[in-house]
Every structure is written in structure tokens, then in C-alpha cells.
């Protein structure tokens, strides 16, 4: 069948559809207005002379009965031979009198509201009763023979399920053409399940998380050889959670496991399960489950599991029903296996605090191996794993280059190599240098140069004070970090320009002269601004609000204020500590702590804003020096601005 048949098809089927709904929906409503009778009740109801007129089919009959007073009846029927003699007098179609149908009957009677609930359709199937038309007669029911509806009878009889096998057959016929696709294969999992034979990545290729590898390399064994536990009756974990941040190597360290057991690798990610229709979700669990078990020894990774797996209950307002399907499909799944076919589940997931208790129970996802963000040896690790196969010129220092990127993730450093390498592309170089690699850092800190967006003279000798500014206080603040290199290129999404800073080393601890100096210098570029042009502007707005949160910081979390005293106050949310499905509980704080923590706070700022202010005043000529310079050549290293401020 080539495409243009399919649409004749698809087209047909669709007109069909149509008729269907315009005949067969008034044929619906009049059915469902229908009340079904026995023959006796029937025969009761006559007896009673609650029936006011039938129509006698060949099998069924047909009528309108009274649910009133038997009183009243005598008014219907007068009206009912009224409407009759207006029929005589109107014309059918064929020119012929017309006999109303039973459902005009009713709506005309109906007309007499008081009664309009008591008159109701009915419908009994007619049994062999000889003196049925005797009894009617005797009860002075209207009653007339009727042929059942052509129509009606052609429409249930024929084309309802010519119809049905027709769309049947098609949505069979479509569903063979595309595996997954059709109507009917909807339970099956649309072939999104990826069953890889070998990932290719092995653990050599993820670097900087070796305590997660080492909790692992137990489950590629087990994979291996699971003899071997068994014969020790060794129980091995059904499930592994994967925590960490975005980018930190989760979903690589997944297909890594599987690679290095050689084993198949099944995923599926968590959003893929979130699908329209309520059921589809649990049918694709059922099935991934089902291939897998076929193919064991393997691996099911579930990545972002959050998605699914989130806490049922809560807060949450209604509506979630297929994820919570789907998310009782995977326990029971996960509860029907023993870990001894050889089938290990993996989920990885940035937002455990989501998950909801029951998939982290014992027998379920009862492993969980945290992946955080790379510490120097971890980031350097990962750089020289990406360096692989890229040329590097003989002075890059990759340690140097991990010493400069605390916080980046796996997926930044592989960024800033690929980064580095394009650059060096661009340039015709024919090795990757340091310098490239150092762009490279900056454009994925900072975001891109944007050489385009070209400031006014006015705005330009703003940002050039600002800066000197920020580096001025550094250069005077025995607890910072040493300025590293100044810039006054717009980079990115908002930042005019900036400062950098770089410790001598990885910093784990701070201590509270240096959160102090950290302060100091964030409000260096407000002080500088104040001090040479006079006036404030907007640009000092992020500076502001970090300087804020880290005297906040100060005071509530680590209890470095005389006046509060050593009282946690907040906490630092670590979802990767939290109890899954908890809420947190904000801490409680009297209203006169609170106003107190406020004016700790503005007296911190105020007094290092003070402090700030000093040292630019002292040191003014060492600024405009800096400025001037910045402001003709934009960019000034570490070893540039020393100089300049040095003895000044
Ligand atoms: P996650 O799933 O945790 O969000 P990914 O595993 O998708 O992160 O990581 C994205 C990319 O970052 C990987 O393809 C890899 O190139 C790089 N990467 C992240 N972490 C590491 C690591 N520890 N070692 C090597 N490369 C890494
Ligand atoms: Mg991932
Ligand atoms: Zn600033």
C-alpha cells in the first residue's frame, strides 16, 4: 500500500467517523432515554392503564407510558387524539399522511410541564400474546402496527459494524506498517526502550569519582559471575540509585557499568514515561521488565527517575494518575524478580529529595552511590580523560586549568575541553594551548565574548572603575583570593564585565576574616563607582544580592555573629542529605531574632562597604591607573595588574 492509498483510506475512515456520530448519536440519546420493560411489568402497567400509546414492532414494542396520577390521564389522551387529527391534516413527504413518531409524541406531551418527568419512552420485547390487541382495545390505548425504521435497522444492523471491522482492520493494517505506532500497540513499548548490545564506554572513561566506581565494580562482578555469589548465598542489590547534580556523570556511569561487564544495557528515561494516555506507562514498565528477563544477564538503567518516581501524595493536585500507574508497575516489577536471574536495576536521578519512600525500601533501590561534583584531582582526571585523542601543546598545565574551574561539573570540563578545541580549530592552530584552554574556561564561566555589544563612552568608563574596583579591594585584602585577570568584555547574558578571582588551592572551609574580605570585595565595585563618578548605578545589582546572601549566610548557618550567638538558624538544603519525600521544615524564628538577624546583616554590609570605600580612597591613584589601562586594552592578567597597584 503506497502513501496515497493510505490516505484514501485515512480520509474514508474519517468520513465515516463522521456519519456515525451525526446518525448515530440522536439513535444513542434516544436509547439511553429508553426505559428497557418485562413483558409482565408491562402487562402490569397496562393493567393499570398506565400506558398511553405503543407501537407494535414485529418483535418489539414500543410505547409511552405514565408515571402520574391516574386522574390526569384522561387529559393526555385527549391531547394525544388532538395531535393525531393534526397529523391527518398535515402531509408527509411522499405526499402522504404521516404518522408521528414516538418521539415527537413524547416531546408534544412533554409540552404539559407539569408532567414532563412522569411521560417516558419505554421498550419490551414482544412475546407470542394472542390477546394482546384485546386488552388494549379494552383499556383504550392508542396502538398502530409499525415496520421497524428502515433505517434504523440498516444503520445498527449493516454500516455500525461494517464500520468497526473497517477501522479495525485499518488500525491493524497501520500498526503492521509501523512497528509501535498503530492504535493498538499502544500497551506495547514504543520502541523506545534502547537495548544497547555493548555501551562502549568503560569505567577508564569516567574519571573523579572513584568511590562511586569502587561500590560499583561489585555489581559488574556479580554480572560476571554470579556463581560465585551464589554458591556464598551472597544477596546482591536489586537496585542502585545514581545522586548527584546535573552533569556530574550519572547516565555515563550507567552505560560504563554495563560496558564493563559486557552485558546488554537497557534505558529508558523517566520522561518518557509521562505519555498521554493512563496505562501506556505501566505497560512500557511491564515490558521493559519482560525484555529484560529474556536477555539476562543485564542492565536496566531508568534515568531521571524523578519524573516517575516522584512522592505520591503531598501536595500535589490530582491528575497524576498515570505516573502514579507507572510508579506501581516498577515496584511491583521491581518486588517480582530475584536479583539472581541476573537482571540489576539502575536509576539515576538530581532530585532525590523528590523520590518517593517506597522505591528507596529495602529490596528496591536500596543502594544509592552519590556522584558530587569533582573535586582538583577529579576535575583534572576528567580533563585529561576528554583530552584523549586531542593534540595538546607541550605547556598546557591541565592542573592548573582543574585549579581554576572549583564547582564545574563533568559535563563543564568536557565543555571547556571541546571548547578548547575548536577555538584552537578556529585560530589554525594545529595544537591545543594553554591560552586556548583558559578562553575556553572563561567563555564557559561567563558565556561567550559578545565583541558586538558595544557600550557608550560613559557606560565603558563605568564598568572600567567597577572592576578596578572589585580587583583594587582584592589587592588589599589579605584573606581574598589573588586576582587572577580583569575584564571589560561583554560576556554572556548580563555581565558587562568582570573580575577574576582564584584561590591558591581547593578550598573547602572558609574561615570568617575571609567570607568578611569575600564581602568586602563583591561591594569593591559599588565603593568605586561611588567614589569616582558620585553616583550609584544599577550594574552593582548581583554584586549586591551575593554579598547579602553570604552575610545572611554568616549569621544563620554558621553562627559567626557575636550579637546572635552560635545558633543554626537555616540550613544549606543538600537534597543529596535529605530524607527522600520529607518536607523541610523551616526553622523557627521569634519576630525579635528576626529584626535582630536583620540589623547583623546591614551592619555587616555597611561596615565592609565602609571598608571598601577606605581602600579605594587610599589607593586612587592606583585605580585610575588600572581603569585607563583597562579602558584601552579591556583585558588585564594577573601579572599586568600586581604591577600597576603594587607600591601605590
Ligand atoms: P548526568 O547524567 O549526571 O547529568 P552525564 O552522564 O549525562 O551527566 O554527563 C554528561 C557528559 O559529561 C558526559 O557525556 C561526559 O562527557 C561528561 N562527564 C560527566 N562526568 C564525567 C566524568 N566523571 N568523567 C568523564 N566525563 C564526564
Ligand atoms: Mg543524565
Ligand atoms: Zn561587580
Known sequence: MDKRWRKIIFSAFYWLLGLLVI?????LWINMQTRELSYSDFKDMLARERIIEVRLEKEDIKGILFNGPRKDIGRLREKLQRMEQEALASR????????????DVLKKLRKIKEYRNQIVLFHTVRVNDPKLVEELDAKGVEYSGE????????????IIPILFWVGLWFLLIKGMRQPGAGLLSIGKSKAKVAMEKDTGVRFNDVAGCEEAKEELK????????????????????KGVLLLGPPGTGKTLLARALAGEAEVPFFSISGSEFVEMFVGVGAARVRDLFN????????????????AIGKFRGGMVSGGHEEREQTLNQLLVEMDGFEPNIGVILLAATNRPEVLDPALLRPGRFDRQVVLDAPDVQGREAILKVHARGKPLAPDVDLRSIALRTPGFSGADLANIMNEAALLAAKKGADQITQDHLEEAVEKVFAGPERKSRRLGKNERKRVAYHESGHALVAFHSPNAAPVAKISIIPRGKAALGYTLQLPQEERYLMTKSELLDKIRVSLGGRAAEDVVLGELSS????????????????????GMSDKIGPVALARERSPYLKIPGMQEQPESMSPELAAEVDKEVRRILSEQYQRAKEIIEAHREALDLVAEKLLVEEIMSAEEFRNLVKDR
Do not use: H
Open 23 to 27: 446518525f448515530g448519536l440522536p439513535q
Open 92 to 103: 408527509g413527504f411522499y405526499n402522504k399522511p404521516r404518522q408521528p413518531s414516538l418521539q
Open 147 to 158: 415496520k421497524q425504521g428502515m433505517f434504523s435497522e440498516i444503520f445498527w444492523g449493516t
Open 218 to 237: 561489585e555489581v559488574v562482578e556479580f554480572l560476571k559471575q554470579p556463581q560465585k555469589f551464589e554458591r556464598l548465598g551472597a544477596k546482591i542489590p
Open 291 to 306: 525484555q529484560a528477563k529474556q536477555n539476562a544477564p543485564c542492565i536496566i538503567f531508568i534515568d531521571e527517575i524523578d
Open 539 to 558: 550594574g552593582a545589582e548581583n554584586d549586591l544580592e551575593v554579598a547579602t546572601e553570604m552575610a545572611k549566610s554568616m549569621i544563620l548557618r554558621f
